[in-house]
């Protein structure tokens, strides 16, 4: 490449390796791509990401399709090193899959390719956190029963960010975003004292949801109850009734748990919600535990974005979380 | 109601019943709603709109489902009587039956319902012109599909303003916005050669759809020709060519045939489209030909529009389409 | 109806009744419309709502007269449930009486109406807990006094959620948004002491209205004391003074009470606000308390929102001091 | 000021001088404030500059009365110098009055205070140009009121151009955004004939006001009509009409003539309106005319605008008119 | 790579390739990216895509910097085939070349590495249509030195599309988006008369400017001739009459020509502007003749687009540009 | 002036006057422009404000050099009397210098004349408090050193508010807003450990930038520990500190501190950023410091604010500051 004539270039793909220290990584020069070729690197990664386009299972119009390529693109503008934590995440070795393949009108169609996709992770890069980018609240349902399929043994408990219930009926939704961790429970994937929800709140969920919860166990706190404990607690509470309970914890994240006026990406975020540094430090925690085996952040729309605001929330909830994976004593 | 103690308020649902004089009609003064109890009044009706609030058949994710409540809010603002032409439409009788409903994760099921809404109008209000209000332009291909169940002896022809062929094929997509016309033709609802695209330019269809459109006799002018020649007299050529083939003629418009600079609205609209006024009248003319019998109006966001600039316009289309109707010879 | 054809359709004004449990009851399913005909139900109400779209009495232009409409509509996604406290309101009778009619030009005569209105609330649902949702605060000085003017013997206090004192002279602006409480004090329908603001701070009132407020004494609590002490025990504060003071108490929120962060649809909210997780709170607190009969909710600007956020947060905020309406014991 | 320490400072005002060369002149550098220690200057002038900063008036909520201001910022981006015409603007003497003082809720003083402006400046700037920068429409009224005040002898005919009659009745509104011309009318101030209006169209008109102007004779075209015929030849013609009719000729601008696509900042523009080199044109046409000798610019809210486009183009309506203007062999 | 066991995901870079016909070609999978070890491919392009992300020495601040990366990005909804046309612009071999290297605070290190890529480009690709996208237009002046610095024998025309001479001074404001033309006549490197410039018009341009390309004999056609006359004939005569004087024609195409009604990316665009098809037709018109050897686009400022409108449109002018280019017979 | 006939006037520049109380004062009514000819004067000033309009150092695109415009337009919407302090500002003599000129091409020459601005303010006004409205960050290095300039034997320490440690190399990136703090370290006009920042957290600095920072002693407290701590105190702590070190401190706000969520004119604000009452609150106990000299507020850009919030908040930073300042005891 000496005689290549433009040293004034920069070269796409290289776009933004540009006016920085040398030392200095951003993210997307952390996350590699797959190795397709090289099958003995896929047990070595420590998380891989799992991007799903699908939000037209979503009960009200949503873009949340187009959150996996946003995340991408707004990754550029973080760097691996955690100054509050004074931790790199580049020693992670961690990889892009990239994106579940969709079908225009066939919805089982995509929800299958879901399930699949995380079989296939647990089977080939079983030593890796799955980090899955949706799309909206209905791929938690194939995610987590993905994953049951590959540890049918194993008890799984769901620790769920959220303002909903997400508890709704699929007889009449079908597998919707309203009804994911209803499916899991019908379906006997997870029991219902096994899903602990943190963040519920205000006049956003009907009484029947709550009955339902109650009935089969369901755990949860508001975020009344939450802001007059703290969140720090809370979080360390429900871990720790789940670490008694179940083999394996899945972290799933409703981005529409955080309060309204801070996330103008989640169209449904309410008055009354979670501020985003507590949802930062809730995720790390919870990234700390050792059960903790796979997450998801859901329910994000760039559409409605404003100046990527609540994307870029997403993503440090990303690397909040992995901040704590880091911190487990391996 | 003499004694009722409240005359300084007004009422819901009259809250735009005020300030205006008494001899003028707001558009939502004019278009009453159905009256389920009383079947004798089902004939009577000279136009009714069908609401399909469905766009999770569409490629790219889209609020189009929003787009029948956006309309039906919007039109408040325009009155019954078009000055241009000095002609009231408040004479036409015109109903408002509602949305379809739809499902939230099975399309099919959506598809279907759509289906057999326009059997039943073509059924119970067979005096009507059928005005319906999507959604995206995947519902084109079940509107005439009904429509062909009830008239299965006519040979129907379709006048489409559109940028794209929407030739796509469903062995790849399913029934989707890409894909309505070409349905058609290959469930030989509708003949290719009966089929009228004017609006097509640009880089925007693949060289595939067109070689399709040729193979199937498909007939169109692109924008280029139709500015060259007059909007006016493109109409009336492909009106004047249909008129010769075809029973019935069915008029989709694609909002997205509009410039994109005018039409924010329309996700997909594209540099080198339409202009408002060129469209409003290609409609008018439309709207005058014996044989047009219905219309849709597709692909229109409320999400993505700017101050209800697309949807005012969009509601317009409507209003010029059926001043054209009334100026027919009944 | 059963012979009605289109099992398929939601019909008008049934938009909103899909897809949700049975047992699940939305805010606009709840609050009904009056029953003119029918008076002996008037007097059964807990509640009523009138809307006010008086905004151009205000300082600066506002569109503030078109809340009550967005309010409604943005009501449609709210519940009747409230988790945190397990409470749900539609066992209160709750009727939306509509707005009150403004003249274009004569804003004396806008005032006059709205102060009618309100006699005529005291008047035929003496029962029933006024809820007005505005308009801006010029709309407040005339509420109360049309409440006076059916309570003439009964002593009035005000809680007051702002962070300005509105205290400005008429003498120099008319009946504006800037002056409601002052021309309370003024007409002597409320004493200054018996006005507790809550709120106030930074650079956004005059240091003459301050003086004011010493003079005739009224009460304040700035948002520096509120945050240090919590806005629990301040607003109980108040409310207790309030309580051996006074017959009734008013609570009027101004929407720019909040801060400018968090209140888009609030045009004239400062730096150093109110966040939203405390005014829910704060009314809560004070619809519990046994003497606070009427309130209303004001200066909130729907064509400044930004994704309904703000007045979701007024509905929240309505809601919520509905919740502690009905924790009293009746 | 040699000894003025600061060379590397530009100081307000004048922060706009920088970057230019020596002999370009930016608008806001060639209008002059009044000054009002002078007399003998005001007779100089040949065009002042009014802004009327009313619009409580307006029938929906309305921010056109930031307009003067907004005009004002933005003025500063235009130089005097009109290329197309090879003309330079800056050999006129024009000032900058400021604004009419308007009353926050008494309209009927705000309204007599525009009045006595234009009485004022017709009596103290005879040779004077007046250009009026609104506002909402109802100021037209008290404007041409106030010119007739002061040249009571002479008949003078409008010249509008609006999307609407604004013809409706003071009965209902008092005088409001859609009466002037009626007020205009029925005061016996102009004759129905004597008004022109250009760029009517749509379903924006009720029909009783077509049949109000019909019977007072007031002519218009219609944007059907002007399309076809061309706006210069429609302007054209209705200048010789009124020069064979009237001594003076008042030009009034409504900025919702304008297409809904092209003026953002006009909120009630519509489909089908005019385009803006149409009305550029059109205004420079006036501006030649001999009896031209009053303009105004109305209803356009610049809350609502987006990146000034709306207001840059109200900007080119004043400075195209008054190349018109300068065009005249003095 | 048989063994890879992900059948249902699309892996990037490739996240652009599902859902379309298997031969539609998307611009992104077109365009290719530089071989840069394989020397002999390099003399083989056609085309060849430079990105000048500058804009820091714009006189206004500006994120035309940002421009590249969002063509880039809007591309991919562009198909390689002209409908128009008939043509398929995938038999050209196109590369992209990435960016050229800015420093972050010394402009004339861009501005020299521009010059060198320009030199490089004509060096290493000569048989290449070298197709600029920048940045502001600053970078006209380096990008047509770099070219004259390899054909220094030939004689060099420019064709504008600008609304702005972009004659100023560098004496006042060193090399910026003001300057450029200005410093190639000054330099020699381009005669004044061989600059021809469509679509000045209106207040936007100092007199002494004109008054300077009077003097150096520059051409131009104002948007009123140009609008009388049809573009079509004015880029015809241009282009006739530049054929007769120089050897090399070089089209620089600034985005504010265009109208702001229709250019909200082109922040310094101005009411009476062009229109868009009227651009992609001149451009298209450009293309196809002999002499033109090289084009650039300028000053669209991404962060201030709407919906992508106005990147879209300049990405057609480049696939107009192209058109013409591919029709010319090689 | 008796004689002057429009008493219904409001002239410019006196639009703002209108509607108040006599004793109120608007802070542009208290900010008084430089009396250039008056040198006494000069030394009587309290307080000076300087805008640096230059941004074009950033080393993404930004739009900060707007801000000292839009500071002084939205300064008019706050009054000089903080109510949390029954503290009025009006009492300091204050006086706006105007902006420092800037080239449009040549950074240098801008970074030259800001350093020389800031050495004329402290020759000149040696009594007053420097408020500096930029501008990025590059412009810290330049006051700073202006100042040292001066104050050569003066120790200066530096307490920063800000996200980043703007620690980066200009042997990359020049003079830029990443590299301010390193310039003053390297050119040892500032030593490391003289530096406090506050606000640093999360993923958005390099690690060799902290690296760097503990290698020359650089004082940080994390947003994680002052939301532990609490905002008073640390900065009492960092002032404490600083006391027992330096001579003068210098404070320097960088508006991306603030959360993103807060901030949508702090371009790169983060999530877990800062809150405005956090600011606020740290400003005022900063401005109480006897030896806190000069400030500046940097990296506002009002293109990207919505609705003001973010320049409305870096108003209210300086008027907080002055607030502490005037609470020192003189």
């Given at each position: 490449m000496k005689s290549y004539p433009y040293?004034?270039?920069?070269?796409?793909?290289?776009?933004?390796?540009?006016?920085?220290?040398?030392?200095?990584?951003?993210?997307?020069?952390?996350?590699?791509?797959?190795?397709?070729?090289n099958k003995e690197k896929w047990s070595a990664y420590d998380a891989v990401i799992l991007g799903v386009p699908l939000s037209r299972s979503s009960i009200s119009a949503s873009s949340a399709s187009e959150n996996p390529e946003a995340f991408r693109?707004?990754?550029k503008s973080f760097t691996t090193y955690n100054l509050d934590e004074d931790l790199d995440l580049s020693t992670l070795n961690i990889v892009d899959l990239g994106d579940v393949r969709e079908h225009v009108t066939d919805i089982s169609v995509c929800h299958e390719n879901i399930r699949e996709a995380m079989k296939a992770i647990r089977t080939h890069h079983s030593q890796a956190m799955p980090i899955v980018v949706g799309g909206d609240h209905s791929i938690t349902a194939m995610l987590v029963?993905?994953?049951?399929?590959?540890?049918?043994?194993?008890?799984?408990?769901?620790?769920?960010?959220?303002?909903?219930?997400?508890?709704?009926?699929?007889?009449e939704l079908g597998p919707a975003n309203g009804t994911p961790i209803r499916q899991l429970i019908e379906s006997q994937t997870v029991q219902g004292k096994d899903v602990y929800n943190i963040g519920l709140h205000g006049f956003f969920n009907a009484r029947s949801l709550k009955q339902y919860a109650d009935e089969v166990g369901l755990q949860y706190f508001t975020m009344k109850q939450t802001r007059k404990v703290g969140i720090e607690k809370i979080v360390q509470q429900a871990l720790n009734e789940l670490n008694k309970k179940v083999d394996k914890i899945y972290v799933t994240v409703d981005m529409d748990v955080?309060?309204?006026?801070?996330?103008?990406?989640?169209?449904?975020?309410?008055?009354?919600?979670?501020?985003?540094?507590?949802?930062?430090?809730?995720?790390?925690?919870?990234?700390?535990?050792?059960?903790?085996?796979?997450?998801?952040?859901?329910?994000?729309?760039?559409?409605?974005?404003?100046?990527?605001?609540?994307?870029?929330?997403?993503?440090?909830?990303?690397?909040?979380?992995?901040?704590?994976?880091?911190?487990?004593?391996?």
């Open positions: 040293p004034m270039l920069n070269r796409p793909p290289f776009y933004y390796h540009t006016n920085r220290e040398l030392d200095e990584r951003k993210v997307h020069e952390w996350i590699e791509q797959v190795d397709v070729e693109r707004a990754w029963k993905g994953y049951k399929d590959v540890h049918h043994n194993e008890r799984i408990g769901i620790l769920q960010f959220d303002t909903h219930f997400d508890l709704r009926d699929t007889k955080l309060d309204i006026s801070v996330a103008p990406g989640a169209p449904v975020s309410t008055p009354g919600g979670m501020y985003i540094h507590e949802l930062l430090e809730a995720v790390q925690i919870a990234g700390q535990h050792q059960k903790v085996s796979a997450m998801d952040i859901v329910c994000l729309d760039p559409q409605k974005d404003v100046a990527q605001a609540t994307v870029k929330t997403g993503v440090h909830v990303m690397l909040s979380f992995l901040t704590g994976y880091k911190q487990r004593e391996f």
